[in-house]
């Protein structure tokens, strides 16, 4: 398996990795899309933020306009087609981090670390990236995932084996809140076998706040990893009506035929939800009730106290 193959180089040292100067954090994952990642990232730079630690972010440039490495201009028009929603939305909440995308992550990496004054880089997505040397590997862990999700694509959604994940320095189970009692503890037992050292396991809970909208007739919608776990969130708050909800693709572009679909599907709603990852992909004009974003809300429970401390190491 070439996933087998490049990491087996990469520990012999057969491939060499790109080292910059900056401290560099990876949050990554083992499968395709939709584990809770992308709040993590949020967690590392409002942290670090707080500290008053200067950071960049770098990620991939999915389905964007933007085919090569550059720093995102939040000045740009459509900045989340050219540049790719999660790097925008993450670019909106950060003002304060620069942000690089491109097609390949250890050159962003190595534009990124052209600024002196940074002092942490983040990657997001990076645990497959090996080529980008990093100074702690986080792998984020979806806790609502079945077994049968960690095998190898195209039978699951694993893009290299679980045994990879004795590479990881701490492991967040995400959507703890989410997950049965049961399955949650079989997960937890089967990280805690294969990193019995000194790694530190932390546990998160995914919310979404719909008080502002409490009462409404709703249509949703998500382009997201999991569109169908934000519906669930939606469904069980007991806050809204949800009428009607669909799911697109992650990073889904919108054009005429997905608006058409959305709008087709109001069904006397007065209201359009969907996710922030979204709603920068698209004009609210464009509808003829509001359309807004649900934030979704990651914080950590188990094992908090053990992260941040990790990540002050990471400085040391």
């Given at each position: 398996?070439?996933?087998?193959?490049?990491?087996?180089?990469?520990d012999s040292?057969?491939?060499d990795?790109?080292r910059?100067p900056?401290?560099?954090i990876?949050?990554?994952?083992?499968?395709m899309?939709?584990t809770?990642?992308?709040?993590?990232?949020?967690l590392?730079?409002?942290?670090?933020?707080d500290?008053g630690?200067t950071t960049?972010?770098?990620?991939?440039?999915?389905?964007?306009?933007?085919?090569?490495?550059a720093?995102?201009?939040r000045t740009?028009?459509?900045?989340?087609?050219h540049?790719?929603?999660?790097a925008w939305?993450?670019?909106?909440?950060?003002?304060?981090t620069?942000?690089f995308?491109?097609?390949?992550?250890?050159y962003?990496l190595?534009?990124a670390?052209k600024?002196?004054?940074?002092?942490?880089?983040?990657?997001?997505d990076?645990?497959?990236?090996?080529?980008a040397?990093?100074?702690l590997?986080?792998?984020?862990?979806?806790g609502?995932?079945?077994?049968?999700?960690?095998?190898?694509?195209?039978?699951g959604?694993?893009?290299e084996?679980?045994?990879?994940?004795k590479?990881?320095?701490?492991?967040?189970?995400?959507?703890?809140n989410?997950a049965?009692?049961?399955e949650l503890?079989?997960l937890?037992?089967r990280?805690k076998?294969?990193?019995?050292?000194s790694?530190?396991l932390v546990?998160a809970?995914s919310?979404?706040?719909?008080?502002?909208?409490?009462?409404?007739?709703?249509t949703?919608?998500?382009?997201?990893?999991n569109?169908?776990q934000?519906?669930?969130?939606?469904?069980?708050?007991?806050?809204i009506?949800?009428?009607?909800f669909?799911?697109?693709?992650?990073?889904q572009h919108?054009?005429?035929?997905e608006?058409?679909?959305i709008?087709?599907s109001?069904?006397g709603?007065?209201l359009i939800l969907?996710t922030?990852?979204?709603f920068?992909?698209l004009k609210?004009?464009?509808?003829?009730?509001?359309?807004k974003?649900v934030?979704?809300?990651t914080k950590?429970?188990d094992?908090a106290?053990?992260?941040?401390?990790?990540?002050?190491?990471?400085?040391r």
């Amino acid at each position: 398996m070439l996933a087998t193959l490049k990491n087996l180089l990469y520990d012999s040292g057969v491939l060499d990795g790109v080292r910059v100067p900056q401290k560099v954090i990876s949050v990554g994952n083992l499968t395709m899309g939709g584990t809770g990642k992308t709040p993590v990232v949020d967690l590392i730079l409002s942290y670090y933020r707080d500290q008053g630690v200067t950071t960049a972010l770098v990620a991939k440039n999915y389905k964007a306009q933007l085919k090569y490495a550059a720093e995102v201009d939040r000045t740009k028009i459509n900045g989340a087609q050219h540049y790719g929603d999660e790097a925008w939305m993450l670019a909106q909440r950060h003002p304060e981090t620069a942000v690089f995308v491109g097609p390949q992550k250890w050159y962003s990496l190595w534009l990124a670390s052209k600024n002196p004054k940074l002092q942490v880089i983040v990657i997001d997505d990076g645990f497959q990236h090996r080529k980008a040397e990093r100074d702690l590997d986080i792998v984020v862990i979806d806790g609502t995932a079945k077994p049968s999700e960690y095998e190898l694509v195209p039978s699951g959604r694993a893009r290299e084996p679980w045994s990879s994940l004795k590479r990881a320095d701490l492991v967040v189970i995400s959507k703890s809140n989410w997950a049965q009692s049961e399955e949650l503890e079989q997960l937890r037992a089967r990280i805690k076998w294969t990193l019995p050292g000194s790694e530190v396991l932390v546990e998160a809970i995914s919310e979404i706040d719909l008080a502002p909208f409490a009462g409404a007739k709703v249509t949703a919608f998500a382009g997201i990893g999991n569109p169908h776990q934000f519906e669930s969130m939606l469904r069980s708050s007991g806050q809204i009506e949800l009428r009607q909800f669909i799911g697109f693709a992650d990073h889904q572009h919108y054009g005429s035929a997905e608006l058409e679909k959305i709008k087709n599907s109001m069904d006397g709603s007065e209201l359009i939800l969907t996710t922030e990852k979204d709603f920068g992909k698209l004009k609210v004009e464009d509808f003829a009730v509001p359309l807004k974003a649900v934030p979704l809300t990651t914080k950590l429970t188990d094992g908090a106290t053990e992260f941040y401390a990790t990540l002050d190491s990471v400085l040391r």
